[in-house]
């Protein structure tokens, strides 16, 4: 039986499904410039300890994520197809997120547990890469275009 302790409640031991976690690092690149060429890099696939009590609350809480995002998305439909002033419809917009999203957090607190995408960092492997040099990301694409803000984002809310 493995006594490892979950790392995002101390408290229980890690007998669920572990959180995998990606770090990348860029070598530089190989074959020429433009379309020729392509990325050299390295991935590291680092599994972070969790206990089932943990993996249940953060799909709750994603699920709490996934409801606040339809109804936001509801709300903005609803609100661009009756014509609701802009500035309005952005605020209410980003308040129900912030709600929704403080509620999850607020579940995780309630638990002691540990959200996923802010404590990974803090994880020793995890850092100890990060101060490496390596970037938290499955792949270069991640780390070296817009499409990794985008990526980034939907880790926080989903």
């Known amino acids: 039986m493995d006594l490892t302790p979950c790392f995002f409640n101390p408290n229980f031991l890690a007998d669920g499904k572990p959180v995998i976690c990606n770090l990348h690092t860029i070598h530089g690149i190989k074959g020429g410039t433009g379309p020729m060429g392509s990325v050299s890099s390295s991935l590291k696939k680092i599994l972070i300890p969790r206990s089932k009590i943990s993996q249940k609350a953060h799909a709750i809480g994603r699920m709490i994520k ?16 009756q014509g609701v002033n ?13 709600i929704g999203s403080g509620f999850c957090y607020l579940f995780y607190y309630y638990l002691g547990i540990k959200s996923k995408y802010f404590s990974i960092k803090k994880y020793p492997e995890v850092a100890l890469l990060l101060k490496k040099g390596y970037k ?12 990794g803000l985008l990526y980034s984002f939907s880790k926080l809310i989903l």
């Open 86 to 98: 802009f500035y309005i419809l952005f605020t209410f917009v980003v308040g129900i997120f912030l």
């Open 66 to 81: 996934i409801i606040t995002l339809v109804i936001t998305l509801v709300y903005l439909f609803y609100g661009v197809k």
């Open 136 to 147: 938290l990301g499955f792949h270069p694409i991640i780390s070296t275009t817009p499409f």
